[in-house]
Structure formats: C-alpha cells, structure tokens
C-alpha cells in the first residue's frame, strides 16, 4: 500500500539555525500539504501545496517558514531560523484532489 | 470562532464493549469530516469520513454519524479491542483543502 515517508524521524537543532524537513508524497498525489503538532496538542494546518504554488497557508506559517517541490518526488519544509517554540511534530501530508489526506509519520523537531 | 471540538478528552472503555467518540463543528459551511486515529508517535491514519449531504456512514467496526441541525459529529466503535486505544480527532473540511482539527479524545480500551 503507498504511503507517505518522512525524513529525519527525528531532528535536532539550535536556536537560530535552519532545518529543512522532507517528505515523499504518494506518487500520484496532486496536493500536500504540511501540518506541525507540538506536545499533548491538536493538529495544526501550516500550508497546502498544488500546481508548484501555495494554495493556502495559516497564522502560523510566517516568512522564516518555506515550502518546495524540488523535483518529481520530494515535498520539503524549510524553517530558515528556528526558535524554541518551532518544536513539534510535523506532518506532511498528501491527496488526491477532493480526497482525504494521507498523513506520514511525522518528524519530531526539537529546538535547543 | 470557528472550531472543531471533542466532547471529552479521555474515554475508557472495556474490551468488547462498543466506544462512542462525539465532536461538536461550529462552521455550518462545512461539507467534508474525517475522523483520524493517533497511536502514539506515529501520524494520523484515516479511520472514516462523511460529506454534508449525509447523515451516516459505515466502515468495518466504525460508524460516523453527522447531525448538521446541532454540528455533531460521533464516531462509533463497535466491540472495542485493545488495539483500538489511541487518540482520536475529528478533522473538518470547508472545501478548501485545509483540514482544522479537533483537540482529541485519548480512548483507553480496559482487558
């Protein structure tokens, strides 16, 4: 069954630097998407992505926050500067168009 | 504001009884709900989903009832098992391809 992977499992970092997080979307999937969890809370929207444009973004998704499809397979997120509070799980996410979301297993980040 | 909300944040249930999950929407624009199941560490796996225009939908030992005249939305487990303990969320969808997420409910199915 296709799924949607992740990478790192796990990303360590300090304050202040950039991380960029990576997914592959199931191969014939038209729109992503990424959404972060941070400890013990909700799931959060961040940005959807289709047609190699932003469809749409939240509050939360702010201009030390990027999105890039820089080939066929690969769907990343980067953060140019972290804070302490960018700490979370994120989860990239994929459809078909009008169908329901398929979640990876997520990156756990962690700011120091 | 415009939320998505669980009734109850934990929900402990004894095996093989049948678990009910609510969920109350306050966007009456709304015309898709998913239901996700978190086992911990891992993302949200799709369990059900249910558009505006219906009222109830069966899967295999889940059933989703939608209740647009007061925004409810529930999720039924039939015959609870132990690999049914996880939390689980209630997403709604305005068409617009952002899902918003309810807080979740953590169900822990008692042997």
């Known amino acids: 069954e296709p799924e949607v992977t992740q990478t790192p499992s796990h990303q360590v970092t300090q304050m202040g630097q950039e991380v960029i997080l990576r997914c592959v979307p199931i191969s014939n999937h038209l729109y992503f998407y990424w959404y972060r969890q941070i400890l013990g809370q909700k799931v959060e929207f961040l940005v959807s992505?289709?047609?190699?444009?932003?469809?749409?973004k939240s509050e939360i998704f702010d201009d030390q926050f990027s999105v890039e499809r820089p080939d066929g397979s690969n769907f990343t997120l980067k953060i140019r500067s972290t804070k302490l509070e960018d700490s979370a799980m994120y989860f990239c996410?994929?459809?078909?168009?009008?169908?329901?979301?398929?979640f990876g297993p997520g990156t756990r980040l962690t700011v120091l | 504001g415009e939320s998505v909300g669980l009734h109850l944040p934990t929900l402990s249930v004894q095996e093989g009884d049948n678990s009910i999950i609510n969920c109350a929407y306050s966007?009456?624009?709304?015309?898709?709900f998913i239901w996700y199941k978190q086992e911990s560490g891992k993302g949200p796996q799709f369990i059900i989903d249910i558009r505006s225009n219906m009222d109830k939908r069966q899967g295999q030992r889940v059933t989703v009832l939608l209740n647009k005249t007061v925004k409810h939305l529930s999720l039924q487990i039939a015959a609870t098992q132990p690999g049914d303990s996880a939390v689980y969320f209630c997403a709604e969808n305005k068409g617009d391809y952002k899902l918003s997420f309810g807080a979740g409910t953590t169900v822990t199915v008692r042997a």
């Open positions: 992505f289709y047609n190699n444009e932003i469809s749409e």
């Open positions: 996410a994929s459809s078909e168009v009008g169908n329901e979301q398929f």
């Open positions: 966007n009456s624009a709304s015309d898709y």
